[in-house]
């Protein structure tokens, strides 16, 4: 039980129980769907996006696991209020953590809350469920119209 | 599996199974997982191995390794007696009627996707029907789907009812003088549905369609007979018959293998080759081009051996009381739901838990040693029809015990708990 509670903290199961900004955004410029074949997890990413590429608000909706949709959710927090540019930082050091955990080294205290997801490091088949809305960030971001994949 | 599917039915007194004398026979259960015993509950997803089939690999490569159908020399000559001695053995376990019958391939797929590109590419015209059911795998829906594009046919797919059995009605009612070949699972790897092959069979053939059976999850689980079952094609994988991977069976009739196009060109299956023309090797030899998994086949024949000197009736029989005591244990806990309660099922438990995704059920037991598969299980058409995104799914063996069972419980409320 206490290597599962390492995994699964309870950051991570409040936010997969009440997922936050989990709607739509009805003003939404920039929107992105994320998909993990491999589960069936999906995810819709709604961003309002200002014209110096800040994010000033954000919102998901979809279906996935508690690892995939606490990440969503505890992402949703996180970027909003970001730039562009700061995003793709907190991504490349995010997929650090929850890989190789080099994050750790190079400053997970910018993470802040998101260093709840460094005990997924240990279950390679779950690295997917955890990125796989920071993916969809970057879809949208990029404002492609393709569907985010784990795969 | 009623009688008319299997020539064995449990009427006549069977000697029960000496299940620890079994687990014996297979190595993995001496290493731990995460610390613990392994409780592996994935056999529909491939089988583990005996160490009956172990050594039958290891002794070929140590002492009695050549390339066959070729070699002049003595121990190609003995290569290829034993290879052609499997052909012999899975002749009599398909109860087939002539050892022509038998194509040696990798796996299953690859047996669907022979049929599908050399039979389906000469049958088959625009216009023509082929008949799946809702529950098929991947591997025989992608074959035909890709027949469908290449040459105009129609897929059409057989409906199931909310307990994960065929409608034979609905199923009779998609028959058409266009349905060219009914395409059709023995047993469903995601649900344990048994197809009621005996009522499907004579109803594709009083309408001229071919029948190809995706025997993958029948086989390991109860015997087989395709003369009694009447289908032209049949299907399984080596590797979840507890024989290694690389080793499967396409069973064809003679007639219709003899009728049907070569799949892959290459050596081994040709009768003279010129820059102008070639002819081709006699059936099954048309099919099998170049080196074919020679010790996979040879420890496809050590576990067919395995299998029947335990006797297949006894494992149906196991096996069917380890479906029911795990049916009414996991039906005892709250919050869970099982999919798929079809009246005639293999030992394969598809389920649900109110409000903890498939994934993280899969995570929590892996970390209790307890090994299912969790996902769609390459039925992604059947989870939209169920209306279930992923499932969790707990199949049963020979070497399975109740305390297996009563492990997954365990562990199933571990996650309970934690996701309280």
Same mark, same amino acid.
């Not at chain 1, 505890?74 to 995003?87: A, D, H, P, Q, S």
């Given at each position: 039980m206490n290597e599962l509670r390492e995994l699964y903290q309870a950051t991570i199961l409040d936010h997969n129980k009440k997922p936050r900004n989990f709607c739509e955004l009805e003003d939404a410029n920039r929107t992105a769907d994320g998909h993990n074949p491999l589960c069936g997890d999906k995810l819709t990413l709604y961003l309002k996006v200002d014209?110096?590429?800040?994010?000033?608000d954000v919102g998901f909706q979809g279906s996935g696991c508690a690892i995939s949709t606490a990440s969503a959710s505890l992402m949703t927090e996180f970027v909003k209020g970001k730039k562009r540019g700061e995003i793709e930082e907190d991504f490349i050091r995010f997929q650090e953590l929850v890989t190789t955990g080099a994050g750790e080294a190079a400053g997970v205290e910018t993470l802040g809350k998101l260093?709840?997801?460094?005990?997924?490091?240990?279950?390679?088949?779950?690295v997917k469920c955890a990125t796989l809305s920071w993916h969809t960030l970057r879809a949208a971001l990029e404002n492609t119209g393709a569907t985010a994949r784990t795969e | 599996m009623s009688a008319a599917d299997a &020539?064995? &039915?449990?009427?006549h007194a069977v000697s029960p199974l000496d299940v620890e004398a079994i687990r014996r026979d297979f190595p993995i259960f001496s290493r731990t997982i995460r610390g613990q015993p392994l409780v592996f509950l994935d056999t529909a997803a491939s089988a583990q191995k005996p160490r009956q089939v172990i050594d039958a690999l290891l002794e070929f490569y140590e002492s009695g390794y050549a390339n066959i159908h070729r070699g002049i020399y003595q121990l190609s000559a003995e290569a290829t007696t034993r290879f052609e001695g499997v052909r012999d053995t899975v002749q009599r376990f398909l109860g087939a009627a002539d050892r022509r019958e038998i194509v040696f391939v990798r796996n299953a797929t690859e047996a669907i996707n022979l049929v599908a590109r050399s039979w389906g590419d000469a049958h088959l015209r625009e216009g023509d029907e082929i008949l799946i059911s809702a529950m098929e795998h991947h591997a025989n829906i992608v074959p035909w789907q890709m027949l469908c594009e290449r040459v105009g046919s129609r897929l059409r797919v057989a409906p199931i009812n909310e307990r994960g059995e065929l409608e034979v009605g609905a199923f009779e009612a998609l028959l058409g003088e266009r349905t060219k070949i009914v395409a059709i699972t023995h047993v469903s790897n995601a649900l344990g549905s048994i197809v009621p092959l005996h009522e499907i069979i004579p109803r594709a053939k009083s309408h001229g369609a071919m029948v190809l059976v995706d025997g993958a999850q029948a086989v390991p689980h109860a015997k087989v007979d395709v003369a009694a079952l009447g289908c032209d094609f049949y299907a399984f994988s080596g590797h979840k018959l507890f024989g290694p991977t690389g080793s499967g069976v396409l069973y064809g009739r003679l007639p219709i293998l003899e009728a049907t196009p070569p799949f892959l060109g290459g050596g081994d299956m040709i009768e003279t080759v010129s820059f102008e023309r070639t002819t081709y090797a006699p059936v099954p030899q048309k099919f099998e081009a170049g080196t074919p998994d020679v010790a996979g086949v040879i420890g496809l024949g050590a576990a067919i051996d395995y299998l029947e000197t335990i006797g297949l009736d006894r494992i149906e029989l196991w096996e069917s009381e380890l479906l029911e005591y795990a049916t009414e244990a996991l039906e005892a806990i709250a919050g869970l739901r099982i999919i798929g309660t079809a009246s005639d099922k293999a030992a394969v438990i598809s389920f649900v838990l109110e409000g903890i995704h498939p994934h993280d059920i899969g995570t929590v037991l892996d970390q209790q040693g307890v090994a299912v598969r969790a996902g769609h299980h390459c039925a992604q058409p059947l989870m939209e029809v169920l209306g279930v995104p992923a499932t969790v799914r707990a199949s049963f063996s020979l070497y399975n015990t109740k305390q297996d069972v009563d492990a997954l419980v365990k562990a199933i409320r571990t996650a309970l708990e934690l996701f309280a």
């Amino acid at each position: 039980m206490n290597e599962l509670r390492e995994l699964y903290q309870a950051t991570i199961l409040d936010h997969n129980k009440k997922p936050r900004n989990f709607c739509e955004l009805e003003d939404a410029n920039r929107t992105a769907d994320g998909h993990n074949p491999l589960c069936g997890d999906k995810l819709t990413l709604y961003l309002k996006v200002d014209a110096e590429d800040r994010v000033v608000d954000v919102g998901f909706q979809g279906s996935g696991c508690a690892i995939s949709t606490a990440s969503a959710s505890l992402m949703t927090e996180f970027v909003k209020g970001k730039k562009r540019g700061e995003i793709e930082e907190d991504f490349i050091r995010f997929q650090e953590l929850v890989t190789t955990g080099a994050g750790e080294a190079a400053g997970v205290e910018t993470l802040g809350k998101l260093a709840v997801f460094s005990g997924v490091r240990e279950y390679p088949m779950r690295v997917k469920c955890a990125t796989l809305s920071w993916h969809t960030l970057r879809a949208a971001l990029e404002n492609t119209g393709a569907t985010a994949r784990t795969e | 599996m009623s009688a008319a599917d299997a &020539s064995l &039915s449990s009427d006549h007194a069977v000697s029960p199974l000496d299940v620890e004398a079994i687990r014996r026979d297979f190595p993995i259960f001496s290493r731990t997982i995460r610390g613990q015993p392994l409780v592996f509950l994935d056999t529909a997803a491939s089988a583990q191995k005996p160490r009956q089939v172990i050594d039958a690999l290891l002794e070929f490569y140590e002492s009695g390794y050549a390339n066959i159908h070729r070699g002049i020399y003595q121990l190609s000559a003995e290569a290829t007696t034993r290879f052609e001695g499997v052909r012999d053995t899975v002749q009599r376990f398909l109860g087939a009627a002539d050892r022509r019958e038998i194509v040696f391939v990798r796996n299953a797929t690859e047996a669907i996707n022979l049929v599908a590109r050399s039979w389906g590419d000469a049958h088959l015209r625009e216009g023509d029907e082929i008949l799946i059911s809702a529950m098929e795998h991947h591997a025989n829906i992608v074959p035909w789907q890709m027949l469908c594009e290449r040459v105009g046919s129609r897929l059409r797919v057989a409906p199931i009812n909310e307990r994960g059995e065929l409608e034979v009605g609905a199923f009779e009612a998609l028959l058409g003088e266009r349905t060219k070949i009914v395409a059709i699972t023995h047993v469903s790897n995601a649900l344990g549905s048994i197809v009621p092959l005996h009522e499907i069979i004579p109803r594709a053939k009083s309408h001229g369609a071919m029948v190809l059976v995706d025997g993958a999850q029948a086989v390991p689980h109860a015997k087989v007979d395709v003369a009694a079952l009447g289908c032209d094609f049949y299907a399984f994988s080596g590797h979840k018959l507890f024989g290694p991977t690389g080793s499967g069976v396409l069973y064809g009739r003679l007639p219709i293998l003899e009728a049907t196009p070569p799949f892959l060109g290459g050596g081994d299956m040709i009768e003279t080759v010129s820059f102008e023309r070639t002819t081709y090797a006699p059936v099954p030899q048309k099919f099998e081009a170049g080196t074919p998994d020679v010790a996979g086949v040879i420890g496809l024949g050590a576990a067919i051996d395995y299998l029947e000197t335990i006797g297949l009736d006894r494992i149906e029989l196991w096996e069917s009381e380890l479906l029911e005591y795990a049916t009414e244990a996991l039906e005892a806990i709250a919050g869970l739901r099982i999919i798929g309660t079809a009246s005639d099922k293999a030992a394969v438990i598809s389920f649900v838990l109110e409000g903890i995704h498939p994934h993280d059920i899969g995570t929590v037991l892996d970390q209790q040693g307890v090994a299912v598969r969790a996902g769609h299980h390459c039925a992604q058409p059947l989870m939209e029809v169920l209306g279930v995104p992923a499932t969790v799914r707990a199949s049963f063996s020979l070497y399975n015990t109740k305390q297996d069972v009563d492990a997954l419980v365990k562990a199933i409320r571990t996650a309970l708990e934690l996701f309280a």
